[in-house]
DNA sequence: AATCTCCACA
């Protein structure tokens, strides 16, 4: 590296001697050599020095930047090349600009350099031709992408290639199929590709057949089928099928596969397998790339780890929207709202563009942390600051905010006012607010609405059969979950994972299955019992009314977020934290319940629901009670 | 030249 340093010093300062080496020759070893070092910018450096580049290095740049996606740069300096008229563009400058074309989805100058290739006579080369077939499949032409491909008289395993991927990028996995089934020979790019098309159109069974007939699979094969159950929320068959990985010698894990199983640990809370990982890449001196350093931190936050998440964050080298996002998010999550506006102004600073997503965190921050004014006021920053088109999740997210905060008309008045149509999830947040501020007018009216768009919506039937009840209109009540049955409206089951020992266990309400299920309904009777003595009561109101006091107990003690930190209890030394993942929002019951159990058997819970993070020590929630 | 990767409301 230093070597490299000193070379491109002498580049830019002394002039070269008469009959030295053409400064061309050591600009393109520098261009390379960053290129293969993921540095794309220091070899854009490297040709800037240069006051005559010659056609290898014009080539060498922009394969750079291509190669790592530096598509507008690329493309910014193929004009200024062919503004200056010389040297002429050949097949190896092509190549990397159609890549850049079809990267960037620029139709223009796709359609251009198409033009170019045909007046100079490139089209029959392999490799430029490979790239035109790619670039209009990414441009969703399949037809022309066919018909290039047809004409060729030669073709490789790669023209192959590009036809599966191309037919799975546009959708059309059964003429992927058909190319795959019939193509003369595979390489293990073709397995990858067949596996990938068929696990992002959804058929999971499908990807795994062809990985399972693959033999001698490639990391390429394994990570296509790993990210394939990660992209369908199967994030305990990621995690599976990646510990098998470990176990073949033959192939190791590279960073794409790391990648994909922390964001599989991030959603399961799997803490053990995550912090496993991170060991991996320290013992491998890996390196934090963008990619696997957001990874990392996104793991810790969703794990509930914010120092560990904002200590990876501090090492990485580079920092882009993605890995702010990640630490704006979870300080909302955990109810952190100051740092997260903090952490967003220190994005801003530091010449960050902050995106939808972005926004997204910092919202929920004012959410969950009652800063309504300053929520509303990034709202305004987002759309005319940043003329970013508010999406139906902003709304949301700002229609939550005031409920929450009892600014119920206000809430309405934005619904009524939005660009797009309001989803079930926007009206649900205005519920909430009907819920907790009584409003029962406005509620009946939302749920008009919320029923409208989702005539199953289970929320809206247990809303208004509480209203009902909770007024004494008990006919009323039972004629709603007389519909509710005949609706067949079925409510999502509550489901929490723990992971123990490396295994992450997972609870639906009042399940038995567990192996240990006896023990932990014994812990749960014994809780009980001791919370009782400690002046706990159970919140009934939201049970059902057709059943008595005691039976209602027993229900609310079967949640499985109670059962999953029962078995967190039994299965964990004295005094480990907790670490429970909820799939929906915790109830008000298992919320006081968690507090008191923190208090009685002295263990810190950490609880993940739908939206944030509940950290309970010594009788109390992070989240002071408003959430 | 072709495959696989990170962040979001309720």
């Not at 921050?365 to 759309?383: E, I, K, N």
Request: with cysteine; net charge neutral.
């Amino acid at each position: 590296m230093r070597q490299l340093l000193q070379l491109h010093a002498h580049l830019i300062t002394s002039p070269p001697p008469p009959d030295a080496v053409d400064p061309n020759v050591v600009a393109v070893k520098l261009i390379c050599a960053a290129a293969a070092r993921s540095n794309p910018r220091h070899a854009a450096l490297v040709f800037s020095a240069l006051s005559a580049p010659n056609l290898v290095a014009w080539n060498s740049l922009l394969r750079a930047l291509s190669l790592h996606h530096l598509h507008p740069v690329a493309l910014r300096h193929f004009h200024r090349l062919l503004a200056a008229g010389s040297p002429l563009p050949d097949e190896f400058t092509f190549t990397s600009v159609l890549k850049a074309c079809a990267g960037l989805l620029s139709r223009s100058d796709g359609e251009m350099a198409h033009a170019l290739v045909l007046t100079r006579g490139f089209e029959s080369n392999l490799f430029v031709r490979n790239s035109l077939v790619d670039m209009y499949f990414k441009f969703g032409r399949p037809d022309d992408a066919r018909r290039l491909f047809d004409e060729m008289i030669t073709k490789d395993v790669v023209s192959w290639n590009t036809l599966v991927s191309g037919y799975c990028s546009c959708g059309d996995i059964s003429m992927a199929r058909k190319v795959f089934d019939r193509m003369p020979e595979r390489s293990m790019v073709s397995w990858s590709a067949m596996i990938a098309g068929h696990a992002r159109s959804g058929d999971l069974g499908a990807a795994r057949e062809v990985f399972d007939r693959a033999n001698e699979k490639s990391v390429g094969c394994w990570n296509a089928m790993i990210s394939g159950y990660a992209q369908n929320e199967k994030f305990s068959e990621a995690i599976a099928l990646f510990r098998r990985m470990l176990q073949i010698p033959m192939v190791q894990p590279n960073e794409v596969t790391l990648v994909c199983v922390l964001s599989a640990c991030a959603h399961l809370g799997a803490l053990d397998l995550g912090r496993w990982i991170d060991g991996f890449i320290k013992r491998r001196a890996m390196g934090l790339s963008l990619f696997l350093g957001n990874a990392l931190s996104d793991m810790y936050a969703k794990c509930g780890c914010v120092a560990e998440a904002r200590s990876v964050f501090d090492k990485m080298a580079e920092r882009d929207v993605v890995s702010w996002s990640i630490i704006i998010t979870a300080s909302a999550m955990h109810g952190h709202a100051e740092d997260a506006i903090s952490g967003f102004h220190r994005m801003l600073e530091s010449g960050v563009k902050p995106n939808d997503i972005t926004f997204m965190g910092i919202l929920s921050a004012c959410t969950h942390g009652g800063l309504v004014d300053a929520g509303l006021c990034y709202f305004d920053m987002m759309t005319e600051e940043f003329e970013i088109i508010p999406k139906v999740e902003h709304y949301g997210c700002v229609v939550d905010l005031l409920s929450r905060a009892g600014r119920l008309d206000e809430a309405e008045d934005l619904i009524n006012s939005m660009q797009v149509a309001p989803n079930v999830i926007v009206w649900g947040a205005l519920l909430g607010g009907c819920r907790i501020y009584k409003d029962i007018n406005r509620g009946e009216r939302v749920v008009q609405h919320i029923l409208e768009l989702d005539p199953g919506h289970s929320g809206s039937y247990v809303y208004l059969a509480n209203v009902y009840v909770s007024m004494g209109r008990l006919e009323d009540a039972a004629k709603f979950r007389l519909m509710m049955r005949e609706k067949r409206v079925v409510k999502t089951p509550g489901c929490s994972w723990i992971e123990v020992d490396n295994m992450v266990h997972e609870f639906f309400m009042g399940d038995r299955s567990h192996p240990q299920s006896e023990k932990i309904y014994s812990m749960i009777s014994t809780l009980s019992l001791r919370m009782k003595l400690a002046g706990y009561v159970p919140i009934t109101s939201l049970v059902s009314q057709s059943i008595d006091e005691e039976e209602k107990e027993n229900v609310l003690s079967m949640h499985s977020e109670k059962l999953a930190v029962a078995f967190g209890l039994i299965s964990t030394k004295d005094g480990t934290t907790i670490r429970v993942v909820k799939n929906l929002r915790v109830c008000n019951d298992c919320h006081e319940a968690m507090k008191v159990i923190s208090r009685i058997v002295s263990r810190e819970i950490v609880l993940r629901d739908r939206s944030r993070f509940h950290h309970f020590k010594e009788g109390q929630c992070s989240c002071k009670d408003y959430w």
